[in-house]
């Protein structure tokens, strides 16, 4: 499933609050028919079947409304299959059927923060998908949203199927960072360490200790490694400021080969980040990005070598390309 895609949306054309199924397009008045059905044919072409769909609510009750803005994320969709396009007799095109997966609470308030998107009401989601006025949510924003799925098990159930499975890509893993932050260190290592492997589903891929990590996470006393003056909040776990590990040189199947025997899960190779600079890592542009990577390796690359990884600057931002 890694392949999935996560998406918010504006739930149907419903007057009450009953579960929400279907994905739809609202006609706007200022836009002429045609370029409603065009706009609904390209989101249908670019949401496939099995992706997510957080439901955004519009309609909600006045108490609601006053202490939660204009609604809330109240539902989790999926798509179920393709479909033709079905236009009611309102304002409304059906752009893709679905089935319930779970209920969610999130007030929008929330959700903003999380998804960096103008939540409310008429919809703005942003425009990837052409005047559609729908916006894709990576992998990290998916993780938070799911979080507050109501059912525990159903939560647990969904943080782990249905997320995609980029092992040792993406240090984000939610279950990986909470292991580290709880688990007793390791012996520290200045030499190389040998690489350890774990049989998936998915095949062979390379396991991360979180031993490790919480090496690197006393090491660093608990602070960024990009700038230490960098406060989050206090975790619930360590009771000390909330950082995560990032692996430098990533571990992923396909460069632990390169690298044979020297293991790239490695005390000297892991990074201790408070969650921003983390995330800039993974998502943002190049030049940011670089930036970051560059600070970091000139502060790491003796450390790296001693591990026995051995690597130029330009070789390292490439695997982040």
């Known amino acids: 499933m890694k392949d999935i895609q996560y998406w918010p949306t504006v739930h149907w054309p419903g007057e009450s609050n009953e579960r929400p199924e279907g994905i739809f397009i609202r006609r706007h008045h200022k836009r002429p028919r045609g370029e409603a059905q065009k706009a609904a044919r ?5 949401m496939k079947t099995h992706d997510l769909v957080f439901v955004y609510q519009t309609k909600t009750d006045p108490e609601n409304r006053r202490r939660h803005g204009a609604g809330k994320i109240m539902a989790l969709l999926k798509v ?17 059927k679905t089935s319930y997966k779970a209920d969610v609470d999130c007030p ?12 409310g009401y008429p919809p703005l989601f942003g425009d990837p998908v052409p005047r559609t ?3 894709k949510l990576n992998n990290s924003q998916a993780v938070r949203l799911l979080s507050y799925v109501c059912n525990a098990r159903e939560r647990e159930m969904l943080l782990t199927t249905c997320l995609p499975e980029k092992a040792g890509d993406e240090d984000g893993d939610e279950e990986y960072q909470e292991h580290a932050r709880l688990a007793e260190p390791d012996d520290r290592q200045e030499g190389p360490r040998k690489p350890q492997f774990v049989d998936t589903r ?14 690197r996470f006393l090491m660093s006393e608990y602070k960024c490694e990009v700038d230490p003056t960098h406060q989050t909040f206090t975790s619930r776990s360590t009771k000390k400021n909330f950082v995560e ?8 199947m396909d460069l632990q080969e390169k690298f044979g025997h020297i293991g790239l899960d490695h005390e000297n190779n892991i990074v201790s980040l408070c969650p921003n600079c983390h995330r800039r890592l993974h998502h943002a542009i190049s030049d940011e990005k670089e930036d970051t990577l560059r600070h970091l390796y000139r502060m790491r690359k003796k450390d790296l070598e001693k591990a026995g990884i051995h690597i130029k600057m330009a070789r390292l931002i490439s695997y982040y390309k």
Do not use: F, Y
């Open 202 to 215: 998915k095949g062979r891929q390379v396991k991360k200790d979180p031993r490790i990590a919480k090496i």
């Open 80 to 96: 179920k299959e393709d479909s033709n396009l079905i236009e009611g007799k309102g304002r409304w095109i059906q752009v893709k």
């Open 133 to 135: 006025n729908v916006q």
């Open 245 to 252: 590990a990032h692996h430098l040189v990533p571990v992923r």
């Open 42 to 46: 390209r989101l249908q072409e670019t």
């Open 108 to 119: 929008v308030k929330l959700a903003r923060q999380i998804t960096d998107l103008p939540l």
